[in-house]
Protein backbone atom coordinates (compact mmCIF):
# COMPACT_ATOMS: atom_id res chain seq x y z
CA UNK A 1 0.00 0.00 0.00
CA UNK A 2 1.29 3.62 -1.05
CA UNK A 3 1.38 6.67 1.33
CA UNK A 4 0.87 9.64 -0.09
CA UNK A 5 1.10 13.00 1.87
CA UNK A 6 -0.24 16.50 1.18
CA UNK A 7 0.86 20.26 2.70
CA UNK A 8 -2.46 19.93 4.43
CA UNK A 9 -1.08 16.08 6.14
CA UNK A 10 1.74 18.15 7.23
CA UNK A 11 0.59 21.57 8.04
CA UNK A 12 3.65 22.69 5.34
CA UNK A 13 4.60 22.91 1.93
CA UNK A 14 6.20 20.07 -0.09
CA UNK A 15 9.42 20.45 -1.30
CA UNK A 16 9.76 20.56 -5.34
CA UNK A 17 12.25 17.76 -5.49
CA UNK A 18 11.36 15.73 -2.21
CA UNK A 19 10.15 16.58 1.35
CA UNK A 20 11.80 14.68 4.56
CA UNK A 21 9.11 14.70 7.74
CA UNK A 22 10.28 13.64 11.24
CA UNK A 23 8.36 12.50 13.73
CA UNK A 24 9.67 13.28 16.83
CA UNK A 25 8.67 13.94 20.56
CA UNK A 26 9.96 16.17 22.95
CA UNK A 27 12.00 14.39 25.67
CA UNK A 28 13.44 12.10 23.07
CA UNK A 29 17.87 13.34 22.75
CA UNK A 30 18.08 10.85 19.70
CA UNK A 31 15.13 13.27 17.90
CA UNK A 32 17.15 16.23 18.54
CA UNK A 33 20.30 14.47 16.87
CA UNK A 34 18.22 13.29 13.87
CA UNK A 35 16.71 16.60 13.36
CA UNK A 36 21.03 17.90 13.47
CA UNK A 37 21.45 15.75 10.52
CA UNK A 38 18.11 15.65 8.48
CA UNK A 39 18.64 19.81 8.68
CA UNK A 40 22.51 19.44 7.10
CA UNK A 41 21.41 17.56 4.54
CA UNK A 42 18.37 19.10 3.57
CA UNK A 43 20.73 22.83 3.50
CA UNK A 44 22.89 21.57 1.20
CA UNK A 45 20.31 20.28 -1.54
CA UNK A 46 17.91 22.36 -3.02
CA UNK A 47 14.36 22.16 -3.45
CA UNK A 48 14.53 19.85 -0.48
CA UNK A 49 11.59 20.40 2.57
CA UNK A 50 12.42 19.75 5.76
CA UNK A 51 8.93 19.16 8.47
CA UNK A 52 9.42 17.99 11.83
CA UNK A 53 6.31 16.97 13.25
CA UNK A 54 5.53 15.99 17.56
CA UNK A 55 3.91 13.14 17.21
CA UNK A 56 1.53 13.92 20.58
CA UNK A 57 0.39 16.71 18.26
CA UNK A 58 -0.42 14.86 15.25
CA UNK A 59 -1.78 11.83 16.92
CA UNK A 60 -3.79 11.12 14.21
CA UNK A 61 -1.76 11.30 11.52
CA UNK A 62 1.43 9.62 13.29
CA UNK A 63 -1.90 6.55 13.93
CA UNK A 64 -2.61 6.84 10.01
CA UNK A 65 1.23 6.09 9.40
CA UNK A 66 1.81 3.21 11.89
CA UNK A 67 4.19 5.96 13.95
CA UNK A 68 5.44 3.54 17.15
CA UNK A 69 8.36 5.08 17.65
CA UNK A 70 10.58 8.51 17.41
CA UNK A 71 12.70 9.76 15.59
CA UNK A 72 11.24 8.36 12.52
CA UNK A 73 12.16 9.42 9.57
CA UNK A 74 10.07 9.70 6.11
CA UNK A 75 11.21 10.66 2.85
CA UNK A 76 8.64 11.80 0.33
CA UNK A 77 8.87 12.29 -3.41
CA UNK A 78 7.37 15.95 -5.16
CA UNK A 79 4.48 14.48 -5.20
CA UNK A 80 4.07 13.38 -1.81
CA UNK A 81 4.76 9.82 -1.84
CA UNK A 82 6.60 8.27 0.98
CA UNK A 83 9.66 6.36 -0.30
CA UNK A 84 11.90 5.92 2.04
CA UNK A 85 10.97 5.24 6.14
CA UNK A 86 13.43 5.05 9.22
CA UNK A 87 13.68 4.62 12.76
CA UNK A 88 16.34 6.16 14.82
CA UNK A 89 18.88 8.53 14.03
CA UNK A 90 20.37 8.23 10.61
CA UNK A 91 23.41 9.52 9.25
CA UNK A 92 24.11 12.39 7.01
CA UNK A 93 25.20 10.19 4.21
CA UNK A 94 21.93 7.77 4.43
CA UNK A 95 19.67 10.81 4.27
CA UNK A 96 21.51 12.54 1.44
CA UNK A 97 20.96 8.79 -0.28
CA UNK A 98 16.83 8.40 0.88
CA UNK A 99 16.67 12.03 -0.70
CA UNK A 100 18.96 11.16 -4.09
CA UNK A 101 16.14 8.02 -4.25
CA UNK A 102 12.98 9.91 -3.41
CA UNK A 103 13.92 13.17 -5.41
CA UNK A 104 14.71 11.13 -8.60
Not at 22 to 34: I, Q, Y
Request: hydrophobic share 50%.
Amino acid sequence: MSVELTAADLGAPLGARATVVEFSSAFCAPCRATRLVVERAVATTQDVAFVDLDVARHLELGERLGIDSTPTVLVLDATGAVRRRATGTPTLAQVRAAIAVAGG
